[in-house]
């Protein structure tokens, strides 16, 4: 097959791509440094040509509510009537575990808006919702509030994934057939946000502390069980303990 993954240079993208190379499939790594642009649609109609599957693992450059829709809507609209064109079988894109259970956030808002016009475009399609990615740990840190040497922690769980576990779910969602609906993916371990950013902390010698705060915001709302899957999801099989101490060995 020909297959499309639009975002094809970014952390999810590289690996999803040399991975459904080495099954022997034509893929297409499609940026803007490649000169494909879904925000503003620009080689999309070229690289398409001939194409059955589309991978969308873009992320907006700003996190600023009304950027990160417009990023997400544009893409995502330009994206689809691109697809429907030359008559694309398959529209898999990737979103986040919870989305829809966070509307106080911009981000999540965005993330869903760009699910309804993958729902609604007529396209088989296949939303796979991700929980967050061990190497994305420290960024997450980063969205609560510090006192000093102390950073603030909702009283919420965690349940974070390994990229290549992620990237590995990906290579046979891409090769299935569509499910037309939404899969979600976690790690194999649920974490609060307390214990999982203490032990980070411990492992890279930060000497920050964490205190539990029910009023400490993630992406500008409050959170309890929102971040982890409800019901039936695939699971990765890597174990955060073991990525932290191997990263940092």
């Known amino acids: 097959m020909k297959i499309v993954v639009i975002g094809g240079n970014g952390l999810i993208g590289k690996k999803l791509v040399s991975r459904l190379r080495e099954r022997g499939h034509e893929t297409v790594a499609a940026s803007p440094s490649s000169g494909v642009n879904a925000v503003t649609g620009e080689g999309l109609a070229e690289v398409l040509v001939g194409t059955q599957v589309v991978v969308d693992v873009t992320n907006s450059p700003s996190f600023e509510d ?6 997400f809507e544009k893409s995502s609209r330009n994206l689809l009537a691109a697809e429907a064109n ?12 919870g989305a829809d259970r966070i509307p106080d956030s911009g981000y999540m808002r ?7 016009l993958i729902q609604s475009a007529g396209i088989p399609y296949t939303i796979v919702r991700a929980t967050q ?27 974070p994934i390994l990229s290549d576990d992620v990237a590995d779910a990906l290579v046979d969602i891409t090769l299935g057939a569509p499910v037309n609906g939404i899969i979600d993916l976690a790690g194999p371990d649920r974490f609060h946000f307390e214990e999982i950013i203490r032990q980070f902390l411990s492992v890279t ?8 705060d029910s009023h400490a915001r993630y992406f500008g709302a409050a959170l309890n069980d929102q971040l982890v899957p409800q019901g039936n999801s695939l699971i990765g099989s890597t174990r955060f303990e073991d990525w932290l101490n191997r990263s940092i060995a």
């Open 66 to 71: 009304a950027a990160v829709l417009e990023f």
């Open 86 to 97: 030359v008559g694309v079988a398959h529209h898999v894109v990737v979103s986040i575990v």
């Open 110 to 116: 965005a993330k869903v808006a760009q699910e309804k």
């Open 133 to 159: 990615f061990f190497e994305f740990i420290e960024t997450i840190i980063a969205q609560f509030p510090t006192d000093g040497q102390t950073v603030h922690l909702p009283p919420a769980f965690i349940q």
């Open 205 to 212: 010698h930060d000497s920050r502390q964490v205190v539990v």
